[in-house]
């Protein structure tokens, strides 16, 4: 059987991770959440992994939940379904995350790409949460995360009326950081988690984890949090490396220590 989830790397640091069920546009059925959760904690506890890629095809960066599989579960399933761990495992994942998308990124597809910390799209990437369609609504984030990138107003358009917008409206929106033509979406956020690879990756995970839970707090606090993270990059080497580096005019060799 062909594998579902496909693995390269790391090279210079930077690990891709591509969705592979062709025959369902990627949808996201047990077997793939739990398949990338393991990849996941592969990829957080090698040293040499200092960012992930996750892409999907040229055709579908992942239409959503396995509606097949959904079918089968009654209120019990869905109560006692496992996919939430494995959605949870991604949201603790402490690297930086990148998402390449092309084609379809609907549903699950785009509640999994929203928990990127940086999107990039093909020309042909498409968003929405269609789950209206069939009569449920977004479950693993949809509803939360939509209205944090793009507003009240075009989430609940998406929501309610489950169409997609184009990739062009989702880098206007804000929901997506840049577009590039399909063939070179990897390798632009390929590149992008090389940049950020090259980096101090205490300083970066730092630097992620100030950002992404200052957004759910109120400003006192996430200026708080902000400036303990900055204060406990002191005692890091890689501190001293970067200050030493370019007092020095040399290039920093960051260790993660
Ligand atoms: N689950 C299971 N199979 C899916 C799927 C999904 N989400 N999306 C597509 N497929 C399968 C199709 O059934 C089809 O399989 P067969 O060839 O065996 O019939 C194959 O992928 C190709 O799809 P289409 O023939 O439909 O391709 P298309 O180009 O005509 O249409 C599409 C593409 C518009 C994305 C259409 O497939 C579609 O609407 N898919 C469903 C999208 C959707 O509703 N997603 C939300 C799911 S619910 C969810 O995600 C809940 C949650 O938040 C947790």
């Known amino acids: 059987m062909p594998q579902i989830l496909l693995s390269e790397g790391p090279n210079n640091g930077v690990r891709l991770l591509t969705l592979n069920r062709p025959e369902a ?3 996201l059925n047990t077997a793939l959440l739990e398949a990338l959760s393991e990849q996941l904690d592969i990829a957080e506890t090698d040293p040499e992994t200092r960012a992930l890629v996750i892409t999907g095809s040229e055709r579908a960066f992942a239409a959503g939940a396995d509606i097949n599989e959904m079918a089968s579960r009654d209120v019990v399933g869905m109560l006692e379904d496992p996919r939430v761990q494995h959605w949870a495992r991604i949201d603790r994942f402490v690297k930086p995350l990148i998402i390449a998308v092309n084609g379809f990124c609907l549903g699950g597809g785009c509640e999994l790409a929203m928990r990127g910390d940086i999107l990039i799209a093909g020309t042909n990437a498409q968003f929405g949460q269609p789950e209206i369609n069939l ?36 880098l206007a929106a804000g929901l997506i950081t840049e577009i590039c033509q399909p063939e070179l979406t990897i390798e632009r956020a390929m590149a992008i988690a090389t ?5 101090g990756p205490l300083a970066v995970q730092l630097a992620r984890e100030s950002v992404r839970r200052g957004a759910d707090m109120d400003l006192a606090a996430g200026l708080r949090f902000e400036r303990h993270a900055f204060t406990i990059l002191a005692a ?22």
Request: glycine content about 12%; overall charge positive; hydrophobic content about 40%.
């Open 195 to 199: 940049t950020i690879a090259s980096k």
């Open 135 to 170: 009569g449920i609504m977004p479950g693993a984030g949809g509803t939360q995360r939509l209205v944090r990138a793009v507003g009240q107003s075009l989430a609940m358009q998406m929501v309610l009326t489950g169409e997609a917008i184009s990739a062009q409206r989702a």
């Open 236 to 257: 890091t080497e890689d501190r001293r490396e970067g200050l030493n580096a370019f007092r020095n005019k040399r290039k920093p060799q960051f260790s993660g220590r």
């Open 25 to 27: 546009l990627n949808a």
